[in-house]
């Protein structure tokens, strides 16, 4: 089945660092691919939807200088939280329309930022 | 905009049958989609149905769709402590690329 890897599965940076997350669609290609944060016992916020070859689409209150996407190929996304903040601390989780009535998604990565 | 309700939480006996309810506002849903997190991890498509149909069964996995009243059930037979998990109810309108999720239920299976 279509399979998306989502790397790395967690991470702690400083405040103030980037962060990268990246979002592989293995066996597919993904012209569509969605961001996604979870906030504890929340459901899923969805920040933008990336377009490959174009630029991202950022739902409303999401800052997309500080949440840069980035979809350069077909099977490639990813999702920058630069300068980040102790409140940018969160699980982030991508996902692929796969075709008409199926999303796949990631595994998620759990970002804490001190 | 369009909302997606579910219970918060459900706790059931190993073996029993579990029965996770959604309502959704959304009129022209085309599809409905259940989803499994597990702690940590992301979202596993478990069963989806489209608008049309009244009822998809799938192993141990029941979905009711009453479209005129905009709820979704799943059922979950013979329950195991491996279903314990948080269910998302999601519906995805004809018009959009996205899912509206719900906020999960937490299904806790006790032995």
């Known amino acids: 089945g279509a399979v998306v890897s989502q790397h790395p599965s967690r991470v702690i940076c400083k405040s103030g660092t980037s962060v990268k997350i990246e979002c592989r669609s293995l066996?597919?290609?993904?012209?569509?691919m969605f961001w996604y944060r979870q906030f504890p016992k929340k459901s899923l916020m969805l920040m933008a939807t990336?377009?490959?070859?174009?630029?991202?689409?950022?739902e409303q209150g999401v800052e997309k200088d500080k949440f840069l996407i980035n979809h350069a190929s077909l099977t490639l996304s990813t999702l920058t939280v630069t300068s980040a903040h102790p409140e940018d601390s969160s699980f982030y989780i991508c996902?692929?329309?796969?075709?008409?009535?199926?999303?796949?998604f990631g595994s998620g990565t759990r970002l804490t930022v001190v | 905009g369009e909302d997606v309700e579910q219970s918060l939480f459900l706790s059931v006996r190993e073996g029993d049958s579990s029965v996770i309810n959604c309502t959704y506002t959304?009129?022209?849903?085309?599809?409905l989609y259940w989803y499994k997190q597990e702690p940590g991890a992301g979202l596993q498509l478990l069963t989806y149905?489209?608008?049309?149909?009244d009822m998809k069964q799938d192993q141990r996995l029941t979905v009711l769709l009453n479209k005129k009243d905009k709820h979704l059930s799943l059922r979950i037979a013979d329950t195991q402590t491996g279903d314990s998990a948080i269910y998302f109810c999601?519906?995805?309108?004809?018009?959009?690329?996205?899912?509206?999720f719900g906020k999960g239920t937490m299904l806790l299976v006790s032995p």
């Open positions: 149905i489209f608008s049309n149909m």
């Open positions: 999601a519906e995805k309108n004809s018009g959009y690329s996205t899912l509206t």
């Open positions: 990336s377009n490959e070859g174009s630029k991202a689409t950022y």
């Open positions: 996902s692929a329309r796969v075709r008409e009535y199926g999303y796949t």
């Open positions: 066996d597919f290609q993904a012209t569509t």
């Open positions: 959304d009129s022209s849903s085309t599809y």
